[in-house]
């Protein structure tokens, strides 16, 4: 079959893609000419973990043309119980390393850009640029506040899904044509809000919500009619219920509104971030508002040079242990994360001793 190229991507499929995705291909939904529009495509995903990984893996395997893979975290074991990207062996990496490889595998077609960074206000914008839709992977709500603005600000859809315990939710947010999500989720704090790992979360709602999440993308990559805008979609595997609920852009909404009350309220940001505990262990995150691009191979050159026992060297990050009882992963990006940290003022003490002066930048900002 002859290959015409267009913005690097064929507009014709090879005989070993049509057999790859001949399942979706005959569905009329999609077709032929829905997969090529889902070959031309790029989407970003931003966070790697329960609904991330699965999300990730639909799309990869539907043969979009490239995938922005957005997590500021490494493995953990307790991961692995719905995080199906990951196994015991990828404990300590960075999540958007082991994605990119394990979704390379599946399917060499799709183009990866994992991106170890941690979401804030700053970068944000340059996440979600040129992509044609994101998809929400995310655990809280300052990040998601975050993307909803860049999304709007950037007419780029975004779908938004969230899961907790056995409870799930769903909604495409089309920028300036359907409520965004700060017309009707507005000014949540997450420090009020209940966490997966407080509360726990069934594995099958992930599935659920995540599936829905990609349903939508697709819709929204081919040109169809998404079915979840101007609605959200709550479900409840406990009850066995799902219910569409109506809703509507707020003309007042800071962030789309067409007489907006106001400026959007600043979005919290925090330099130092203690995070729920690892098996009861204390847990700091450092979250640099920009990309440093450390250089990893000199500073493991560093660290064994110094005595310090490193466990992982990835692409991506390393994870090494800083004392007896303290571990420490750092990212290509700077973020840091410390396990068994006794209080922010030694991560700070460690942040410095590892990434210097350079790595405080725009902390006063």
């Known amino acids: 079959?002859?290959?015409?190229?267009?913005?690097?991507?064929?507009?014709?499929?090879?005989?070993?893609?049509?057999?790859?995705?001949?399942?979706?291909?005959?569905?009329?939904?999609?077709?032929?000419?829905?997969?090529?529009?889902?070959?031309?495509?790029?989407?970003?995903?931003?966070?790697?973990?329960?609904?991330?990984?699965?999300?990730?893996?639909?799309?990869?395997?539907?043969?979009?043309?490239?995938?922005?893979?957005?997590?500021?975290?490494?493995?953990?074991?307790?991961?692995?119980?719905?995080?199906?990207?990951?196994?015991?062996?990828?404990?300590?990496?960075?999540?958007?390393?082991?994605?990119?490889?394990?979704?390379?595998?599946?399917?060499?077609?799709?183009?990866?850009?994992?991106?170890?960074?941690?979401?804030?206000?700053?970068?944000?914008?340059?996440?979600?640029?040129?992509?044609?839709?994101?998809?929400?992977?995310?655990?809280?709500?300052?990040?998601?506040?975050?993307?909803?603005?860049?999304?709007?600000?950037?007419?780029?859809?975004?779908?938004?899904?969230?899961?907790?315990?056995?409870?799930g939710n769903v909604s495409t947010i089309i920028p300036y044509k359907t409520p965004c999500l700060e017309c009707f989720l507005p000014e949540l704090d997450d420090e009020s809000l209940p966490t997966c790992a407080v509360v726990g979360v069934h594995p099958a709602v992930i599935g659920i919500v995540s599936s829905l999440e990609v349903a939508e993308a697709v819709r929204v990559i081919i040109g169809d009619t998404p079915q979840l805008t101007n609605k959200i979609l709550y479900c409840d595997l406990r009850t066995m219920s799902f219910e569409k609920v109506n809703v509507s852009r707020a003309e007042e909404c800071p962030v789309c509104g067409v007489n907006p009350r106001g400026q959007p309220a600043p979005l919290k940001w925090t330099f130092v971030e203690e995070i729920c505990g690892r098996g009861g262990k204390r847990t700091f995150v450092v979250n640099p508002k920009k990309d440093l691009a450390l250089n990893l191979n000199s500073l493991h050159s560093v660290l064994r040079k110094n005595g310090f026992a490193v466990k992982i060297k990835a692409r991506l990050g390393l994870t090494f242990e800083y004392s007896k009882n303290v571990k420490v992963s750092l990212l290509k990006s700077g973020v840091m994360i410390v396990e068994r940290a006794e209080n922010q003022d030694y991560v700070v003490k460690i942040y410095r001793e590892l990434v210097g002066e350079g790595g405080f930048k725009g902390v006063e900002e």
């Open 1 to 167: 079959m002859g290959e015409e190229r267009h913005s690097g991507v064929s507009q014709r499929l090879t005989e070993e893609q049509l057999e790859t995705y001949s399942r979706q291909i005959v569905l009329r939904d999609i077709g032929y000419e829905g997969q090529l529009k889902l070959r031309k495509a790029k989407a970003c995903i931003v966070g790697l973990g329960g609904l991330g990984c699965p999300s990730a893996v639909q799309l990869t395997a539907m043969g979009i043309g490239g995938l922005r893979l957005v997590d500021r975290d490494v493995v953990e074991r307790s991961n692995l119980q719905r995080q199906h990207l990951y196994d015991v062996k990828s404990i300590g990496y960075p999540k958007v390393e082991v994605a990119a490889e394990r979704l390379k595998k599946l399917n060499p077609d799709v183009d990866m850009e994992p991106l170890p960074l941690s979401l804030n206000a700053d970068n944000v914008e340059e996440i979600v640029k040129d992509v044609d839709v994101v998809v929400d992977g995310l655990d809280r709500m300052g990040p998601r506040y975050a993307i909803n603005r860049a999304c709007v600000r950037f007419k780029v859809p975004y779908i938004f899904g969230a899961a907790i315990e056995s409870t």
